[in-house]
């Protein structure tokens, strides 16, 4: 069994910055995959980040690229999203993710667990 638990929602102005953090506990895979997914008020759950516990890849939603980085801390069990040059856009509820498949994982399924959320709020 694992458990996710993100932390690091708030309120920012359009341009500036978060980091999230992603807590996992449980025994996780070596191969499992971490990810972030977001869902806008009235828009479905969409995919905005993955990485590998082992191997460091990584990939992005075309939207979020060259903006947001994912990064882990084995040491830690801890994967965060930096998101820097925030758009009003950006706004929504925050996931944090694990599953055994990356590639499932970008195309928007192969989820085993699921954090609760954060909230992302971006004015102006």
């Known amino acids: 069994q694992v458990q996710v638990a993100e932390s690091g929602g708030g309120l920012v102005q359009a341009g500036g910055s978060l980091r999230l953090s992603c807590a996992a506990s449980g025994r996780t895979p070596s191969r499992y995959a971490m990810g972030w997914f977001r869902q806008a008020p009235g828009k479905e759950r969409e995919f905005v980040a993955a990485?590998?516990?082992?191997?460091?890849?990584?990939y992005y939603r075309d939207s979020v690229k060259g903006r947001f980085t994912i990064s882990r801390d084995n040491a830690k069990n801890t994967v965060y999203l930096q998101m820097n040059s925030l758009k009003p856009e950006d706004t929504a509820v925050y996931y944090c993710?694990?599953?055994?498949?990356?590639?499932?994982?970008?195309?928007?399924?192969?989820?085993?667990?699921w954090g609760k959320g954060t909230l992302v709020t971006v004015s102006s």
């Open positions: 990485i590998t516990w082992g191997g460091g890849n990584m």
């Open positions: 993710a694990a599953g055994s498949s990356i590639m499932r994982m970008t195309a928007g399924s192969g989820v085993d667990y």
